[in-house]
RNA sequence: CGGAGUGUGGCUCAGCUUGGUAGAGCGCUACGUUCGGGACGUAGAGGUCGCAAGUUCAAAUCUUGUCACUCCGACCA
């Protein structure tokens, strides 16, 4: 990556202070505004059109696959949360209630979902019957709240916006297939559009969701070396199915119990975003999700033919499908760059009368900074290509952050050693038991962050008791 | 829930120790000059000092209470 200038001040460079810098990077490119409520923000246009971007490719996506959109309540009532056990026990400490109906106590309080499983428990169990029913594939946009204690922009809020796709199947085989096909359209989805590099694997049983038999997940790594929980995909067999009774005649007409899958994603992902591809100017959006990909400025627009030019750039991009805006404001040229910086703007088209004169712009991309003199007639051709190269090495450098922040450890004295000096991925070997889980996180402050799907020998033996070894595990300080 | 801190124009803060006319910078509005990396001039608008009670001739300032937020720990997409 080029050397990080700082142009403007008012961002904390992220090697003095990386939780600063990524505050003041959410405030500058106007992605949010806090509100008078703790840990609930306003989204702002500049937030928000990254958001309908994330949701537009991933409901494509989706609905290859056959998921169908559907809206359950808000509120789920006590009586319903409590019916399966270990869900509840994980999600009571953190959920919000309604106790009141305007001025009259309510006769059952209700919870404001913090997830729907059991609201979609509730109403497959009225809706299916029969093995014709199945399978039921459902997705729901909206948002859900948790009154976490500590909370940052995107990261952790007490509401958040998602989507969760809940589904019923005849069989476990059935179920499994489709929750590892999620976890695959979600790593995807993070490679392609996000350019984020994603680690695939299945959560420890310590950290796999509450009630479910099998969590699997995405985890990404952060540009200061933590790790962040990015999608998540879970198998509930039928668990859920035998609380809530959801059941089937199959075609020998006997009752079976379904089985249930359920995953998601957040806003948390503009928050990868920033913290994977921002630099000490701001944010850097990959090309494929940024709302605005090009922003022409035009250079003494005050002058005869300046903005008409500019404008007539911005409508030949059009044309050829990409986002383009004209900063027509009156700032000046260093204050509109700043700016389309701060905000991450790919690419920006600099358009001056000795650019014109000349019959050509100058094209910048915003992550190298890389200055690139195109003819009028091919920009046309050479700013998607400019985006696309961008799109292609920003993920690359990022697997390259990733890799190069991934170690190896075989001792216990080793891994200290790296979870102390060394943001980043662990990988070490593991008994299974959730002891040696419990003191990795005692002794050298990390969790485990997932069983990768692909395996590795580093040893035989577990590196905390050394005890024959079961898994290679990547362990980290996560956000 | 523990520990620390902060509440004063839109934002960042000074003023509080030692009570006496509410301040600065940035931003905002208008006009003009500027324009290739956050330009400048002139004129202007904007604040019941978080809230409540108390002490006092007089409270942003002292006392008590209260509310909110921020940061650090334990819990979490």
Not at 16 to 38: G, M, N, R
Not at 138 to 149: D, F
Not at 186 to 193: I, L, N, P, Q, R
Not at 382 to 395: F, N, S
């Amino acid at each position: 990556m080029a050397k990080d200038k700082k142009l403007v001040e008012a961002i904390t460079s992220m090697e003095d202070d990386f939780a600063q810098w990524y505050t003041d990077v959410v405030k500058k490119a106007e992605l949010i505004d806090y509100t008078s409520v703790k840990g609930c923000m306003v989204i702002k246009p500049a937030g928000y059109a990254i958001w309908e971007n994330i949701q537009h490719e991933l409901d494509r996506r989706f609905k290859e696959t056959g998921v169908e959109n559907v809206y359950l309540p808000l509120f789920i009532p006590e009586s319903l949360l409590q019916k399966e056990k270990d869900h509840v026990e994980g999600f009571a400490p953190e959920v919000a209630w309604v106790t009141h109906g305007g001025l009259e106590p309510l006769q059952e309080r209700l919870c404001v979902r913090p997830t729907s499983e059991t609201l979609f428990c509730d109403f497959y169990a009225k809706d299916i019957q029969s093995h014709r029913d199945l399978p039921k594939v459902y997705n729901q946009w909206c948002s859900v709240v948790r009154w976490e204690k500590t909370t940052r922009p995107f990261l952790r809020s007490r509401e958040f916006l998602w989507q969760e796709g809940h589904t019923a199947h005849a069989t476990a085989e059935e179920a499994e297939e489709r929750t590892i096909m999620m976890l695959n359209v979600y790593a995807d989805f993070c490679e392609e559009v996000l350019a984020i590099p994603v680690v695939k694997g299945r959560k420890t049983d310590k950290e796999k969701f509450a009630g479910a038999e099998a969590t699997y997940t995405i985890e990404s790594l952060m540009h200061d070396g933590k790790a962040l929980q990015s999608g998540t995909s879970h198998n509930f067999g039928d668990g859920f199915a035998k609380a809530f009774g959801i059941q089937y005649t199959d075609k020998e007409n006997k009752l079976q119990y379904v089985h249930q899958t359920s995953w998601g994603m957040t806003t948390r992902m503009i928050g990868a975003i920033i913290m994977v591809h921002g630099d000490n100017s701001g944010l850097v959006l990959p090309p494929r999700i940024a709302p605005v990909q090009v922003m022409v400025i035009p250079i003494q627009q005050k002058k005869d033919g300046v903005l008409d030019k500019a404008y007539e750039v911005k409508d030949l991009l059009k044309k050829a499908g990409l986002s383009v805006k004209v900063d027509d404001s009156d700032k000046s040229p260093g204050w509109k760059f700043s700016e389309q910086e701060m905000r991450g703007i790919p690419v920006r088209i600099e358009l001056g009368p000795k650019d014109i004169e000349a019959g050509h712009a100058v094209i910048v991309r915003r992550d190298t900074r890389e200055k690139i003199i195109v003819p009028f007639e091919e920009l046309e051709t050479k700013v998607p290509e400019v985006l696309e190269t961008m799109q292609k090495e920003m993920l690359e450098r990022a697997r390259a952050h990733r890799d190069a922040h991934t170690y190896t450890a075989s001792s216990m004295e080793e891994f200290k050693k790296l979870a102390d000096e060394k943001p980043g991925f662990i990988k070490a070997m593991w008994c299974g038991c959730q002891e040696c889980e419990d003191a990795l996180k005692e002794e050298a402050g990390v969790t485990s962050r997932c069983i990768p799907f692909e395996q590795e020998e580093i040893s035989g033996t577990c590196v905390h008791c050394g005890k024959p070894a079961k898994h290679m595990v990547y362990w980290g300080k996560a956000y």
